[in-house]
């Protein structure tokens, strides 16, 4: 109320006319409201002219979005306190939808990866050929947590595999609020041989085994070793496996190409412990071909 601030001002200055301050904030129509929802009596209003006043200029102040106002993202409101009215205030509508974004983007752990991966949602994908796919993605988010196996995506290059999960990471965030680690397999490789040099590859291996949902990106693209498969993905997938942890798994290789490469180790033919990482990840995951061509060309 422009007249009420012209008074506050008048105040500030040395020319103050209290009763016509009262008269100003009386005519107000939020505080008229609330004296009226309240029954305040005289002795009351008059304790509480102060506060009305306080919250005429800060509501003005929020509505007009001025810099000198305080709680930003919050809005004054009116209270009874102990007998008078009070100042409070409310989250607003964005402020909220702010928050709920802040938390749904800290259920998603994105280890060498890209943040543009955080936010998008599998509404916003192009269903082409993919449709089936992502039919199976949103099931597993309405089924859960009584649908516990994840999927095993693999395809040829650049169709879009981890931008599918990722965008199906989010959404599990924001409609059942699980966290989800999304990690590149082939930097976290890396990671884990840069780990020997400090001791801190087995800190490496348990800060991922146990999230409450696991993506792993481009798995069969690193640098394989009988070492990886057996004290790194071995110790992974046998952990998700005991716990019942939803697993997914992006690749450009099928199960049975996966198979056959972690099968050549150092002393030859190593198919029974690929086998027994290949049961495991069967186990966890059902395997996807996702069709489609090369989006980063177009």
């Known amino acids: 109320m422009e007249s009420v601030n012209k008074a506050l001002e008048g105040r500030a200055q040395g020319r103050f006319d209290y009763q016509q301050l009262v008269e100003e904030i009386m005519q107000d129509k939020d505080v008229a409201t609330f004296i009226q929802e309240h029954q305040l009596n005289s002795a009351e209003i008059k304790k509480s002219i102060s506060k009305f006043s306080q919250f005429i200029s800060e509501r003005d102040q929020f509505k007009n979005g001025e810099e000198t106002y305080l709680a930003k993202g919050y809005q004054p409101i009116l209270v009874m306190n102990q007998g008078y009215a009070d100042v409070s205030y409310k989250e607003t509508e964005a402020l909220i939808a702010a928050e709920k974004e802040r938390e ?14 955080r936010g998008i949602s599998l509404e916003d994908l192009d269903f082409d050929d993919r449709w089936m796919t992502i039919e199976q993605l949103v ?38 609020g699980i966290s989800t680690v999304m990690l590149h397999f082939p930097t976290f490789v890396q990671d884990l041989k840069g780990g020997f040099k400090n001791n801190t590859v087995r800190e490496q291996i348990e800060e991922v085994k146990g999230a409450p949902c696991l993506i792993i990106d481009d798995i069969g693209a690193e640098q394989f070793s009988s070492w990886l498969r057996d004290e790194v993905l071995q110790v992974i ?38 086998q027994r990482v290949m049961e495991r990840l069967r186990y966890l995951a059902k395997e996807i071909h996702l069709p489609g061509a090369n989006r980063r060309n177009q």
């Open 104 to 117: 749904m983007r800290s259920r998603i752990r994105l280890l060498n990866l890209p943040e543009s991966l």
């Open 139 to 176: 099931k597993f988010i309405v089924d859960y947590p009584s649908q516990k196996q994840g999927l095993y995506l693999y395809g040829d290059f650049g169709i879009g595999k981890t931008y599918l999960l990722a965008a199906f990471a989010n959404d599990l965030a924001m409609v059942r």
């Open 237 to 274: 997938l046998q952990y998700r496996m005991q716990e019942d942890l939803p697993t997914f798994f992006s690749s450009n290789l099928s199960f049975s190409d996966l198979q056959q490469r972690m099968s050549k180790g150092k002393e030859g033919d190593e198919s029974w412990q690929a």
